[in-house]
């Protein structure tokens, strides 16, 4: 107390004084009051998020769809164009198709005003919010907006939200095509009025397609991500931000996002079966998705816990490194009392990090062995499908005795061929050996005196090569003689 008085005295406010017990009200009702307008301050800033959202919406439709960027479209999907649905129909349902196709991708980002700071990816608030989201400030409001929403509702490209998750038929099923009768069905005609009427439905739309999507994504990051029957039992939180990114969601899947798609998942695409904590996949070797057990509820809550007790780990060692630090930097600065209390909050912390080690340990264990009681129940089922289907191939061989029937009768058959082939041949005039051997002989007779005058021919050619030359040779020498006469012949007549 008395170092905290001489620090007020170097400030040079003299000796605190102790707060009067007026001062001590004021300063609560200061407190008080100021938390009031806090509070009015947060209410008023909350309104912002619906601000930034309607013009969020309009820049995001204008900058992502190639429609809303040429001047000229632009007036014309703004402006009001329900009369050409009789001067020009194919423009008309054009202009329809171009909003509806904005409207779903806008959903998809999540720009699409919902009410508190929710943002949905797979339903459309259709409401007066929409249509000032929608605001240009040039064009003002879309004037067609009503048509817009009701064409998609009779399209079925838009499902309101209750029919959606009532209905127990699945959309691919001939009863969702939007007919008529249909839509009476559904009870949308109490919706949408009268069909000339420019009112605009305020519901809320489930957009199919972005549905669809998602579902489609959501199962091949599963199947690519599944390692052991434990993946495919988790709560709804654990759902929601295991498939949030895979999804390119920025933000957690919102509650009605994840009921329109467990819905989907369940009736459309019989993959998951699911309550109001824990969701299944099914298994590639069930037809249909088994009911959730209470074995199921307590695996999916012992994830939970043991990812809550890990996050719970990691801020008590940042806790303890900063209170480390604490402690050294009051040291270093002579403040012993500083450093003692970040001590003392140190080892605070460690104990209770070293308590959340215990607590995980048990249950990782716990975890682990029902997860292995997974693997033991995964097998035997594939086991009792594997016998099952080598009794339904056994019974159309008809077992062993049905097998070696067969058998029998092939050798049967086999053993009558051989004999009719028996009795074929002994019919048969056998070839005289005789007559076979002299011509036999005769062939071998006539290729030996073809060689033979070949041979000879041969011969013959040789030969006269031969005695060519010998003429020739002697020719020459005669030639040389006469030559070598005449020679010295010539010398004898020259005189001395």
């Known amino acids: 107390m008395k170092r905290k008085l001489l620090a007020e005295d170097d400030k040079g406010g003299g000796p605190a004084k102790k707060p009067s017990l007026i001062d001590r009200c004021g300063y609560r009702r200061k407190v008080l009051f100021g ?32 429609a809303f960027q040429s001047r000229g479209r632009l007036t014309s999907l703004y402006a009001d164009f329900s009369s050409q649905i009789h001067t020009n129909p194919e423009g008309y349902q ?24 929710v943002r949905n990816h797979l339903t ?10 929608l605001q240009h400030n040039d064009h003002g409001m879309p004037t067609c907006l009503s048509a817009i929403i009701r064409d998609a509702i009779r399209k079925g490209d838009f499902v309101p939200l209750k029919e959606w998750q009532t209905s ?17 069905q559904w009870g949308i005609h109490k919706l949408l009025g009268p069909l000339n009427s420019t009112k605009l439905p305020e519901v809320n739309l489930v957009v199919v397609k ?12 599963y199947k690519a991500s599944y390692t052991s029957p434990a993946d495919r039992v988790l709560t709804r939180s654990a759902f929601s931000k295991r498939f949030s990114k895979p999804l390119g969601y920025k933000s957690s899947l919102s509650s009605e996002d994840l009921d329109v798609l467990l819905t989907h998942l369940t009736r459309d695409r019989n993959e ?91 249950l990782e264990e716990t975890y682990e062995k029902l997860q292995e009681g997974q693997i033991q129940v995964e097998t035997v089922e594939v086991m009792k499908a594997g016998a099952a289907a080598l009794k339904i191939l056994h019974n159309k061989v008809g077992g062993a005795e049905g097998v070696q029937g067969v058998v029998d009768s092939v050798k049967e058959q086999m053993d009558m061929t051989n004999e009719i082939n028996n009795i074929i ?57 006469e030559d070598a006469a005449e020679k010295v012949k010539k010398r004898t007549l020259v005189p001395a």
């Not at 054009?94 to 700071?117: D, E, F, Q, T």
């Not at 459309?124 to 989201?133: E, Q």
């Not at 127990?168 to 009476?184: A, D, E, N, Q």
Request: glycine share 2%; with cysteine; net charge negative.
């Open 124 to 133: 459309i608030h259709s409401n007066p919010d929409l249509a000032r989201a």
């Open 35 to 66: 938390r009031v307008r806090d509070r009015s301050n947060a209410a008023a800033l909350v309104r912002i998020p619906d601000t930034m959202a309607e013009q969020e919406l309009t820049q995001f439709i204008l900058a992502n769809e190639e």
């Open 210 to 221: 972005n549905v669809e999507d998602a579902a489609e994504q959501l199962m091949k990051h």
């Open 272 to 362: 998951v079966s699911f309550d109001n904590e824990t969701i299944k996949f099914k298994l590639e070797t069930e037809a249909t998705p088994l009911p959730i057990s209470q074995e199921d509820t307590i695996l999916a809550r012992l994830r939970d816990s043991v990812e809550r007790v890990h996050a719970e780990m990691s801020v008590l060692q940042l806790r303890i490194e900063s209170c480390q630090a604490a402690a050294k930097e009051a040291v270093e600065a002579k403040q012993m009392i500083r450093a003692k209390t970040a001590l003392r909050s140190r080892k605070l912390t460690e104990s209770a990090l070293s308590h959340r080690a215990k607590i995980v340990l048990q």
């Open 425 to 481: 041949n002994e019919t048969a005039t056998p070839a005289d050996e005789g007559e076979i051997d002299e011509e036999f002989e005769a062939l071998e007779r006539a290729e030996r005196e073809k060689l033979e005058q070949q041979e000879a021919h041969k011969t013959a050619g040789r030969l006269a090569e031969l005695d060519e030359t010998s003429t020739s040779f002697s020719q020459l020498t005669v030639d040389q003689n």
């Open 168 to 184: 127990r038929v699945p959309i691919y099923k001939s009863s969702w095509i939007p007919t008529v009768s249909g839509v009476v």
């Open 94 to 117: 054009a202009n329809l198709a171009v909003w509806r196709k904005a409207l779903a991708n806008a959903a998809r980002a999540g720009v699409v005003p919902a009410p508190g700071s």
